[in-house]
Nanobody, 123 residues
Framework: QVQVVESGGGLVQAGGSLRLACVLS????????MGWYRQAPGKQRDLVAT??????????????TYADSVKGRFTISRDNAKNTVYLQMNSLKPEDTAVYYC??????????WGQGTQVTVFA
């Protein structure tokens, strides 16, 4: 099973930016989809952003989705050569404070959950 390790979190003032990274390890033939989730204290884990790759007729296309609360501020991207998925977070708000996790499907199977990375935004 593919493992993930998240990094890049930290303490940032409102309006600032952070870039999170999710490094995948293990035997990887194809990243089918990956998502970033976040969980604030006392709250459920919510989906923040996803990307999905679709192979059709030998052509791979990518689609992204975002939670309404982060649209226009967060961007999910990937570097296939590095087996890494990123989450660029701009214009951060205190309500973005949470532990951020990545998870998805690789080689058609779900990845493990990592330890997450803490993001704290202060006003």
């Amino acid at each position: 099973q593919v493992q993930v390790v998240e990094s890049g979190g930290g303490l940032v003032q409102a309006g600032g930016s952070l870039r999170l990274a999710c490094v995948l390890s293990g035997t990887i033939f194809r990243i089918n989809s990956m998502g970033w989730y976040r969980q604030a204290p006392g709250k459920q884990r919510d989906l923040v952003a996803t990307f999905t790759s679709t192979l059709s007729g030998g052509v791979t296309t990518y689609a992204t989705t975002y939670a309404d609360s982060v649209k226009g501020r967060f961007t999910i991207s990937r570097d296939n050569a590095k087996n890494t998925v990123y989450l660029q977070m701009n214009s951060l708000k205190p309500e973005d404070t949470a532990v951020y996790y990545c998870n998805g499907r690789v080689n058609g199977r779900p990845t493990d959950w990592g330890q997450g990375t803490q993001v704290t935004v202060f006003a």
